[in-house]
């Protein structure tokens, strides 16, 4: 059974940079397409950056140019990279797993099957 955990998240200023991680235990992830979702308090959760089975990544035009989604296979890990972060990229950042082939990739989070447990990230002064 896939598990993943996150880490990285934090307090940070605006215009502040933090680096997620998103690790499986259990299982490789080199089959899987895996999405960054975020969500904040009393907001729907929602896709931020995607990154498929192929290396294809894809963002929601409110992080383009901000941030950089990255997989590692020799490290089994996805990095969320995000830059010039703004308040309103505060919220708990989920990353979630889907077994896919090719360029394959979802915001909708009812697509994927295997979640993380959240990492807190507040944009504050």
């Known amino acids: 059974q896939l598990l993943l955990v996150e880490s990285g998240g934090g307090l940070v200023q605006p215009g502040g940079s933090l680096r997620l991680s998103c690790a499986p235990s259990?299982?490789?992830?080199?089959?899987?397409?895996i999405g960054w979702f975020r969500q904040a308090p009393g907001k729907e959760r929602e896709g931020v950056s995607c990154?498929?089975?192929?290396?294809?990544?894809n963002y929601v035009d409110s992080v383009k140019g901000r941030f950089t989604i990255s997989r590692d296979n020799a490290k089994n890990t996805v990095y969320l990279q995000m830059n010039s972060l703004k308040p309103e990229d505060t919220g708990v950042y989920y990353c979630?797993?889907?077994?896919?082939?090719?360029?394959?990739?979802?915001?909708?989070?009812?697509?994927?099957?295997?979640w993380g447990q959240g990492t807190q990230v507040t944009v504050a002064s």
């Open positions: 979630a797993a889907e077994v896919a082939s090719g360029n394959w990739y979802s915001f909708d989070p009812y697509e994927y099957d295997t």
């Open positions: 990154i498929s089975e192929d290396g294809t990544t």
């Open positions: 259990g299982r490789t992830l080199g089959y899987y397409a």
